[in-house]
């Protein structure tokens, strides 16, 4: 079936470093890719995406690229804030025919906690 | 306004009861979503409906029951809890089934089972 694989964690930064959050992946189908974070007592959400192979999806200055030669969906920030402390996760959805049509199945999730 | 609510926000209930979680969207979506987050944060679908109708079904013990009175509202029903059964449970919405489409969660009901 299909999986996700983030980067163990905790991670733990200070102010303005750079992120990098390691995901990959297995599908049986073509699937989409999403980056999902979850804030202290809140619900996720979504925070990027991407559809198709090279896609990059970005916001607020967070970037991942789809890369099926790789199976891989890494989440990059330039400079993190302390406000971006949260748990990320990464996740698939496949088109239809595939085993996780219809739902997210998700990464472990990878808690980020950035220090002033 | 709040697009996908949950009630109650948190449950705490003894082992043997029987609880509900209701969930409610008023984002106009087809789709909604149970999922379970345990207690080291992972996640994983359980249920899902399009139009009212029960679309997927994870290995779920059949004492977890969702129901759907119409396309705004997913309700889970779980007798006869279990201690196994702590966790947060998140409704989500999508315009329609398929992974074009945006997921909306809730805020999550933690549920304790003492």
């Known amino acids: 079936g299909d999986s996700v694989t983030q980067m163990e964690g905790p991670v733990t930064l200070s102010e303005e470093a750079f992120l990098t959050i390691n995901c990959t992946y297995t599908?049986?189908?073509?699937?989409?890719l999403f980056w999902y974070v979850q804030y202290p007592g809140e619900g996720l959400q979504l925070l990027l995406k991407?559809?198709?192979?090279?896609d990059k999806g970005s916001n607020k200055g967070f970037e991942a690229t789809y890369r099926k030669e790789t199976t891989s969906f890494h989440l990059e920030k330039g400079s993190v804030q302390v406000s971006d402390s949260a748990v990320y996760f990464c996740?698939?959805?496949?088109?239809?025919?595939?085993?996780?049509?219809?739902?997210?199945?998700f990464g472990q999730g990878t808690i980020l906690t950035v220090h002033p | 306004d709040t697009a996908v609510s949950q009630t109650p926000k948190y449950l705490v209930t003894q082992m043997g009861n029987d609880k509900s979680i209701k969930c409610e969207q008023n984002l106009g979506h087809d789709t909604m979503y149970w999922y379970k987050q345990d207690s080291k944060k992972f996640l994983k679908i359980m249920f899902s409906?399009?139009?009212?109708?029960?679309?997927i079904n994870e290995t779920v013990p059949n004492r977890f029951s969702p129901k759907s009175p119409d396309k705004a509202h997913l309700n889970l029903h779980i007798n006869s809890l279990e201690l196994g059964d702590s966790a947060v449970y998140f409704c989500?919405?999508?315009?329609?089934?398929?992974?074009?489409?945006?997921?909306?969660f809730g805020p999550g009901t933690r549920l304790t089972v003492t």
């Open positions: 991407a559809t198709k192979a090279d």
């Open positions: 989500a919405s999508s315009q329609e089934v398929g992974s074009s489409y945006e997921q909306y």
């Open positions: 409906y399009n139009n009212k109708e029960l679309i």
């Open positions: 599908a049986t189908g073509y699937p989409s």
């Open positions: 996740a698939l959805s496949d088109h239809p025919g595939g085993t996780s049509y219809g739902k997210l199945t």
